[in-house]
């Protein structure tokens, strides 16, 4: 038998497997309603996708191809984008989010997902109001359907996760897993209404575990309490190997776990073997990417951002200009967290391009002109010389070829600033006019 090296039992876990959900649970974030735009278009997706390839993420969510054609088209051209970076970045599994049901599943399998993840709800509540089936039905029908796919498709992944499991008592939940046991190599646990503590998370995974020591983990924690990052943290450190998570904490309500402040959070904590296969310094490109997608700015919750070298009082402007140590604890450089790491490029959209002239660079300039910029950009940046670089070429041409210039403080807030940090005796320190004018807020950023 030839080695295939597509095959998840081919493939050797790292200590920590990101199983991205953006297109999938992100996809249910209100924040998408919030500006009228209801979904991700393919591009969108595409991007995204190639984003999180890029970063080294190896398993992404979607959802089963049957919610709408246009689902089904988008997993085509999302594997696509999979398959094009096989050769640079190895193979990465495309798993589809399913209900028990035979219709998702064969809808799944025709797309050429590579894995499923099964769920259904388990708590009171869930069987109850949401789709009205006791134990047993549960058992009989996702028992039956996942020994049939199981023994029709040996090589998918299989996953199950009871939802709302931790309203759902330890012994209603391992009634059904011990029933399921056999058909799949990892279980869900989803805090699907974000009620978990830090010690609930650790005693559920230790149970899990013990119970189920052939069969990984898999943590999927929801923000109502503002614990998704705590909770996440503490179930890698009770030894969850697979952790969804989403860019900038996307998800239904308040979210989940964002990937970034994950990654940012083990990197203060010295995990780094967690760390191993992940590009940390896309983290602050890879936010800002699909931060344009959503129109918005990188929140200023998400860890790594800019705000966190945003600096608005006097006196904290004047020290960190002294050593940034004083009021910047950590090492965003390494987490991208500067212009250098923008990551410019011919494949950049314009929205990148506009968020780096608006945001970065502070040029007043519109979308219509971000358009046409990026347009050009894109056509010179394929001739760049080995010694130029992408954003020396995009400032180029924004000022010298559509003559955009900076945005400015109005002089009375500029003055202010000025009077508090020109303290007599200290040499003054250089701060360009342009990065007083942060939507009128009084600020430098470091970079
Ligand atoms: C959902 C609920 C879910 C599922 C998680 C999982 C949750 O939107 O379908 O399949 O593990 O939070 O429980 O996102
Ligand atoms: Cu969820």
Known sequence: MTFNPFLFRNYQPRPLEIIDTTLREGSQSSLLHDHYKYFFTQEDKMEIT???????VKFIELFAPIVSAQEKEDWAAIKAV?????????????LAHVRCHPDDVESAIAAGADGLNFYIGLSDVSRNYNHGKDFDDIIKRAGKLLDEVKRNHPDLILRFSGEDAFRTPEVNLFRVYDEIAPYVVRFGTPDTVGVATPAGVRQRIEALRRRYPHID??????????????????????????MNTTL??????SGITSMTALFFNLYIDKMYDHLEGYTLRASYPINVMFASKLKKLVPSKEPVS????????????KAVLNAAATY??????????????????????????YYFLKEIKYYNLGEGTARKIAAVFKERVYNIGPNDSPTRILVEIAENEFGLSHLTAPERVKDNIVQRMDEPSQAEPEVPEADFARQNAVSIKRG
């Open 50 to 56: 190639r984003a999180l390839i890029l970063y080294g």
């Open 248 to 253: 900038l904490g996307v998800g239904e309500r």
């Open 328 to 353: 910047e604890p950590f090492p965003l450089d390494q987490f991208g967290v500067s212009e250098s790491e923008m990551l410019l490029g011919p494949l950049s959209g314009w929205n990148m391009v």
């Open 217 to 242: 983990c898999e943590g999927h924690f929801h923000d109502d309490r503002g614990f998704a990052l705590t909770n996440a943290l503490e179930a890698v450190n009770a030894g969850m190997r697979y």
């Open 82 to 94: 999979r398959n094009e970076l096989i050769m640079q970045k190895g193979y990465t599994f495309l």
């Open 306 to 317: 800019l705000t966190n070298r945003t600096h608005t009082a006097g006196v904290h402007q």
